[in-house]
């Protein structure tokens, strides 16, 4: 290996998702800091191996056949910085920060954003790439309002890591997905809003927490909603109103607390998942006539 980094080979992913599914991968490295990224993509590039990328794995499923090349794991990329502070509020996270973390530096100065940001599992880039959000209506309530700018790293065709930075005017952002910036791994997002507090902001976010406490199957894995709503409508409703809530294949079921909810209720397998995913999509086809679509990432060999 021409590359100084420590990759490990074989590596068991499945523990590293919400899920607690998922194979091996041909090989993986979790970077510490942006110049050991910067490595693993040259890695990736020199040995001539595809690259993955996973982050705080929330809204991944990986194959029971594992992944072929490089896994990057960004977890080990936590960090944030207060950029500005007056009257706008910036702040710098590295890729793989949990939105929880970037939480807390919301909500100490009790600014709005850490009311959606209670809600939304997984790291910053993951919230660039999938335009997180939340379902009931907040302000913010898509990541999008809230980014600043990030940064995406690439090798050009000799190998060379090359950084470019995207401001939020000029990616094209949509429900639960964001585009114009592919392709890369993104390195930093920076974040902002008005520093203007709202004292109904902490109320908020503990009223917040109780109900996803009493309406989701917080204790057993999942990777959160598993399809998008459709317009003027929600996915769980039509799930459960097509008889679908506690139906299970294998060890995967749909939750009887949220029918938008797939958990590993013991034993799952990716395969299990994929195929409830598929017959909860043909089922609410049959009996409401409307196409679901999912919000997972699908990582590996399917």
């Given at each position: 290996?021409?590359?100084?980094?420590?990759?490990?080979?074989?590596?068991?992913?499945?523990?590293?998702?919400?899920?607690?599914?998922?194979?091996?991968?041909?090989?993986?490295?979790?970077?510490?800091?942006?110049?050991?990224?910067?490595?693993?993509?040259?890695?990736?590039?020199?040995?001539?191996?595809?690259?993955?990328?996973?982050?705080?794995?929330?809204?991944?499923?990986?194959?029971?056949?594992?992944?072929?090349?490089?896994?990057?794991?960004?977890?080990?990329?936590?960090?944030?910085?207060?950029?500005?502070?007056?009257?706008?509020?910036?702040?710098?996270?590295?890729?793989?920060?949990?939105?929880?973390?970037?939480?807390?530096?919301?909500?100490?100065?009790?600014?709005?954003?850490?009311?959606?940001?209670?809600?939304?599992?997984?790291?910053?880039?993951?919230?660039?790439?999938?335009?997180?959000?939340?379902?009931?209506?907040?302000?913010?309530?898509?990541?999008c309002e809230i980014v600043h700018s990030f940064d995406v790293i690439t090798t050009?065709?000799?190998?060379?890591?090359?950084?470019?930075?995207?401001?939020?005017?000029?990616?094209?952002w949509h429900y639960r997905r964001s585009e114009n910036w592919q392709p890369g791994?993104?390195?930093?997002?920076?974040?902002?809003?008005?520093?203007?507090?709202?004292?109904?902001?902490?109320?908020?976010?503990?009223?917040?927490?109780?109900?996803?406490?009493?309406?989701?199957?917080?204790?057993?894995?999942?990777?959160?909603?598993?399809?998008?709503?459709?317009?003027?409508?929600?996915?769980?409703?039509?799930?459960?109103?097509?008889?679908?809530?506690?139906?299970?294949?294998?060890?995967?079921?749909?939750?009887?607390?949220?029918?938008?909810?797939?958990?590993?209720?013991?034993?799952?397998?990716?395969?299990?998942?994929?195929?409830?995913?598929?017959?909860?999509?043909?089922?609410?086809?049959?009996?409401?006539?409307?196409?679901?679509?999912?919000?997972?990432?699908?990582?590996?060999?399917?």
């Amino acid at each position: 290996m021409s590359v100084n980094i420590h990759i490990e080979e074989n590596k068991e992913l499945k523990n590293f998702t919400s899920w607690i599914v998922g194979g091996c991968a041909d090989f993986y490295c979790a970077p510490r800091d942006l110049f050991e990224l910067e490595k693993a993509l040259r890695f990736s590039f020199q040995n001539k191996v595809p690259l993955s990328v996973l982050g705080g794995g929330t809204n991944v499923l990986i194959s029971d056949k594992g992944v072929r090349g490089l896994v990057v794991h960004t977890h080990k990329l936590n960090h944030v910085t207060v950029l500005k502070e007056d009257e706008n509020f910036l702040i710098e996270a590295l890729c793989g920060t949990p939105k929880s973390e970037v939480l807390k530096f919301f909500l100490k100065r009790k600014l709005a954003p850490a009311v959606f940001l209670a809600g939304l599992p997984g790291d910053v880039a993951g919230g660039v790439v999938m335009n997180a959000g939340v379902g009931h209506k907040v302000a913010p309530r898509e990541f999008c309002e809230i980014v600043h700018s990030f940064d995406v790293i690439t090798t050009d065709s000799l190998g060379e890591v090359k950084s470019q930075t995207y401001y939020r005017q000029s990616v094209h952002w949509h429900y639960r997905r964001s585009e114009n910036w592919q392709p890369g791994l993104i390195s930093k997002v920076r974040l902002s809003w008005p520093n203007q507090p709202e004292e109904s902001v902490l109320e908020q976010v503990r009223e917040g927490n109780k109900r996803r406490k009493l309406t989701q199957p917080l204790q057993w894995p999942s990777c959160g909603s598993v399809f998008k709503n459709p317009d003027g409508d929600h996915a769980g409703r039509l799930i459960e109103a097509s008889g679908l809530k506690g139906f299970q294949m294998g060890g995967a079921q749909v939750s009887d607390k949220h029918a938008n909810f797939i958990i590993n209720a013991g034993g799952a397998t990716a395969t299990d998942i994929h195929l409830l995913m598929k017959h909860v999509e043909s089922q609410v086809h049959a009996k409401q006539g409307v196409s679901l679509t999912n919000e997972v990432i699908y990582l590996g060999d399917w």
